[in-house]
């Protein structure tokens, strides 16, 4: 009988990469990758990589948890997803963290921008529009786990700190400033005053390579001067700091074990956060074919790469399963501690068997309860560790501090390439648009932006209106 050259294994709804209309999509298993297979009526068929990895992909969905919804929604279901942001009744879960865009303005005017800032571009958020924002998280959430201050770039606002006054007097539990780094690095001053945040205030410093070629490929400028001055003000600081790497294949997808270790020896550095480039908003100096890179493959990359981490390390995150993976490491003095073999899996799915397999290490076993628990109890330990199972980058140990974690964070962000409707609903990582909507990440940069004016008219007027 003839057969087909791959092996179907499931459908979905995905986006035309032309068009961004709603397209049907296969995913099919073929020479050990996972693949997209879509049609357009009017543009044609594509065929995407979507995972390097068939194992880990199928393996996501063990990761699965009940969806958390947020206490309202702002938008009804209506045209069907993607077109209802939102967040609409039909999405499965709550805002684990927000982005604020306090302005559209930045220093900078990166090759690689999904919100297409640059100093003359758009204007900066007053105040009020500002704290208005903050309120609209608050009002979604309750108690926001992570809002994140971001732009464009931040710390060019004139009332930035006027801005994290009225932050820090809401109930957000992690308060995070996105930043380039050049105020920091130039003015130590004001590094000072953003440590007077702390705790519960962490610095989100992109930081994409330790090479200068990298850095003007990805931002137009050489910034290893600034990202140098800004680590050695924030390690003398200690304050807490992810660093943010975009990640482009066959750019800087070589060097993820240097930053890693780099980021290892940083006082600062509680974790690093990898993101492969989402294609939207402004994207020189790359090419679809060639620089696309998969969360499988960063995955595999950080296990080739360290020495740290295995594969029972790097693990789905079950808030959005299929953008997340993360690894914890603890660091105790000079060692490193992997942290998330510890977890069981299995444990994932049912939480009313709060134990944790230690396999392997009866020291390290014992090691763990002390550092975790309040009594000498596997359980009391379970239950601290399956807190670091979600987004919010906090432990609660009586004898460990933040400083003592080390955080792996792969997030992944689908553009219209790779985009899948099922996926897509358990957007965890959310903006705040202007109008006081609460839009997943991903449809914001491919649908929602200002900037996204080259959409045709046909595919915009099925959008939700304003
Ligand atoms: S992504 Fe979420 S908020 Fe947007 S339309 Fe789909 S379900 Fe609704």
Redesign the pocket.
Known sequence: MPSRPYTYYDFTVSLCPVCLKRVDAKIVFQDGGVYMLKRCPEHGSTKVLIADDIEYYKSIRNYNKPSETPLRFN?K?HF?????????????QHSCLTVVEVTDRCNLTCPTCYAGSSPSFGRHRTLDEVKKMLDTIVENEGTPDVVQISGGEPTIHPQLFEILDYAKTLPIRHLMLNTNGIAIARDKQFAMRLASYAPGFEIYLQFDSLKRSVLETLRGANLTEIHREALETLNELNLATTLVVTLQKGLNDDTIGDVIAYALKQRCVRGVTFQPTQQAGRLENFQTQTNRITLTEVRRKILEQTTIFNSDDLIPVPCNPDALVMGYALKLGEDVIPLTRYINPAELLDKTRNTIVYEQDEQLREKMIGLFSTGNSTEAASEKLHELLCCLPLVSAPSLGYDNLFRIIIMQFVDAHNFD?RS??K?CVHIVSKDYKI??FE?MNLLYRDSVANVPEENLEMKQPN
């Open positions: 938008t279901t069907g997803c993607p077109y209802d942001c939102g967040l609409c009744q039909d999405h499965e409707v897509i609903k957007s839009i997943p449809t």
